[in-house]
Nanobody, 120 residues
């Protein structure tokens, strides 16, 4: 089992920045991908950014939602088993619960979520 704990959510005005961090523990060997999803009220959970964590050719490869490209940056610290999401130029439409995500052996694992609120 993989345990994921998020931190760093909060409230900010439009144009501001926040940094989310996710720490993984437990059966972390062979986690192949980590990242962030978000879910706004009344909407489905959507991908924000993911990063490949293993693989000779795909290690470090990232994928971003079009809506956050150029504003958000995902990064990973393999020594600390953490994945961070730096969010700049935040917009009110970025308001959501942000969930850390990890994929291992075809199984998806989720954190408990952290609220991000952006006011105009």
């Amino acid at each position: 089992q993989v345990q994921l704990v998020e931190s760093g959510g909060g409230s900010v005005q439009a144009g501001g920045s926040l940094r989310l961090s996710c720490s993984a523990s437990g059966s972390i060997v062979s986690i192949n991908r980590m990242g962030w999803y978000r879910q706004a009220p009344g909407k489905e959970r959507e991908l924000v950014a993911v990063i490949n964590t293993i693989g000779r050719t795909n290690l470090g490869r990232t994928n971003y939602a079009d809506s956050v490209k150029g504003r958000f940056t995902i990064s990973r610290d393999s020594a600390k088993n953490t994945v961070d999401l730096q969010m700049n130029s935040l917009k009110p439409e970025d308001t959501a619960v942000y969930y850390c995500y990890a994929s291992r052996a075809g199984v998806q694992h989720w954190g408990q979520g952290t609220q991000v609120t952006v006011s105009s």
